[in-house]
């Protein structure tokens, strides 16, 4: 007789209960109720008259129709991502939104506003009426943002507010433009010979495919089979080896004789060269780079007292696989969770770290992670140049690599994914998943080392393979010494309230037609971005 076992008992009755607390929650698609106090009509107002007051005296843009199956921002009471629920709050309701100084957060706004106008006729006028806004005034500023847009809570998949909050700083290295000890490790640019390929137009399966590549793109040739790989220009690509769950559904690939391989790994770049790849600058340690790749910008200060600056301009493709610090219990100091190719920091706590400065000889503090240190590091190999001693490579386990480029603004702050300049302690980092890049995103938590209450508007304009999961922000503290250190001492635990605008058409399902169990939707049409952008976050 078959037995139904325990992990499926308490898998149907984890079901059972998230569908009873949908229904109970009414989580549908109808406009929030009306709130009490000023914000009730920042809320509701728009959904209502159709129009608004803006803190400058301009109509707003009345809603619009959504595409059917949509969720419209400013209307919907909730919805749904694969990762994310979002639930509509009063900005009353938003714990210190009353109490920040919005003129702090404003430049970084107007920053944003600039690629935001791009994306649509929402963003568009929006961001035309926020010029008319006195940018010292932070009372006008607040009443800006809660006459434009409509506060949501960020929720995980199994509907938890908390999250994890960390940080990040610009670190600044010794470096050289020249090869020579003890400046022997590559910072390398976008190397010339990695392909890509649009993961969304590859067949199904894991068998072999006939492909062409025209430019840097690789294009699936269909109707043909690995017997016409004679044929001039056609290459075979092994469906089986790729990684298909990047953000922006770009596999990274390179050609070797006839085949196209996965781009090669930290690995195999150390110990052979990037040959098609400028080197920018040689550093002194393979450790201060290896955590300049994860913080995704950097300084580099040349002997003669110059700087160079770097930006993130590409990755090769492979999964973020750092090597976690172990604690005296033998576990991780970092407690992670892996899904897919993605590894997400969970919440914790106790204090994962000994040293919260960061500054251990055995660890390293970045962005949340507790990382060993390699026991041994050695020369890599640097193409054109002659190996300073045994290439040994660097010690550091992590395939993913990421290529810098030289960053044009020698004032400011680095620029960030969104492409423009980040903003100290109003600039953070997200999963573009369930965060879109250049969002207005209220994030309360505590500040490192004091535990005081940290409660601020900040933009969403950066991101990073360390940055994963839904309530899931990364604090930019800046550059210097005391901003290294509040950006390692940070992870707390945090909540966070997505702005958007009102009549923006987000999320194509909604959570009431998608029960799910924690690991992934159990129904179907839950997207994976809450806005799809191209070369960012796309659903297939």
């Known amino acids: 007789m078959y037995t139904q076992s325990p992990i499926f008992i308490f898998s149907a009755l984890r079901w059972a209960a998230a569908a009873a607390a949908v229904f109970a929650a009414g989580c549908v698609n109808t406009p929030p109720a009306a709130t009490a106090g000023a914000n009730a009509n920042a809320s509701t107002g ?12 301009a109509p707003a843009a009345a809603s619009r129709p959504a595409p059917v199956g949509s969720s419209v921002a400013g209307q919907a009471r909730t919805f749904s991502t694969q990762l994310a629920t979002y639930t509509s709050v009063s900005f009353d309701a938003v714990p210190g939104w009353a109490r920040d100084d919005f003129s702090d957060s404003w430049p970084a706004f107007l920053g944003s506003c600039k690629v935001l106008t791009g994306r649509g006729a929402e963003w568009k006028d929006v961001c035309a009426r926020a010029l008319r806004v006195d940018s010292r005034n932070s009372t006008a500023i607040r009443a800006f943002f809660e006459q434009e847009f409509s506060a949501y809570q960020i929720r995980d998949d199994d ?45 199904a399966g894991n068998g072999t495919v006939a492909a062409r590549v025209e430019g840097r793109n690789v294009v699936v040739q269909s109707g043909l089979s690995t017997r016409d790989m004679g044929a001039p220009g056609l290459y075979a690509l092994d469906l089986s080896a790729i990684t298909r769950d990047t953000l922006d559904r770009k596999v990274r690939l390179r050609v070797e004789g006839k085949q196209l391989l996965p781009y090669y790994t930290r690995e195999e770049i150390e110990t052979k060269g990037a040959p098609n790849a400028k080197v920018l600058a040689f550093v002194s340690s393979a450790t201060a780079l290896y955590e300049m790749q994860i913080q995704g910008s950097g300084r580099i200060k040349l002997a003669n007292g110059d700087i160079i600056r770097v930006a993130y301009a590409e990755q090769n493709g492979q999964p973020f696989r750092p090597t976690l610090a172990q604690a005296s219990n033998g576990k991780p100091r970092s407690p992670v969770k892996v899904r897919g190719s993605s590894i997400e920091l969970d919440l914790d706590d106790g204090d994962d770290d000994e040293d919260p400065g960061g500054t251990s000889t055995n660890t390293i503090r970045t962005r949340g992670f507790t990382l060993a240190r390699p026991t041994a590091s050695g020369a890599v190999v640097v193409p054109g140049r002659r190996t300073a001693g045994p290439v040994i490579g660097s010690g550091i386990k992590d395939p993913s690599y990421v290529f810098f480029k030289e960053s044009t603004s020698p004032a400011g702050g680095p620029v960030g994914a969104f492409g423009v300049p980040l903003s100290a302690g109003r600039s953070i980092a997200v999963d573009p998943r369930s965060t879109p890049l250049g969002y207005p995103v209220f994030v309360s938590t505590r500040a490192p080392g004091t535990g005081a209450p940290m409660q601020r ?23 210097g010494q005391q901003a290294a250190t509040n950006a390692r ?6 909540q966070l309230w997505i702005l958007l605008p009102r009549g923006l058409a987000v999320a194509s399902a909604a959570v009431s037609s998608a029960i799910r169990t924690r690991g992934g939707p159990a129904g179907a049409g839950l997207p994976q ?7 960012v976050c796309v659903d297939d």
């Open 159 to 203: 509907r938890k507010p908390d999250g994890v909050v960390t940080g990040y700083f610009e670190p600044e290295i010794p470096g050289s433009r020249q090869y020579a000890a003890p400046f022997i490790y590559p910072v390398y640019g976008q190397p010339e010979d990695m392909l890509f390929a649009d993961a969304r137009k590859l067949p």
């Open 489 to 494: 001492r940070m992870k707390e635990r945090g």
């Open 529 to 535: 971005c809450l806005v799809p952008t191209e070369g």
């Open 46 to 57: 728009a959904a209502a008259s159709g129009t608004t007051a803006t803190a400058g005296g």
């Open 457 to 479: 508007l900040t933009i969403a304009q950066d991101t990073g393979g360390a940055i994963r999961g839904a309530v899931r922000a990364d604090y930019f503290f800046g550059n």
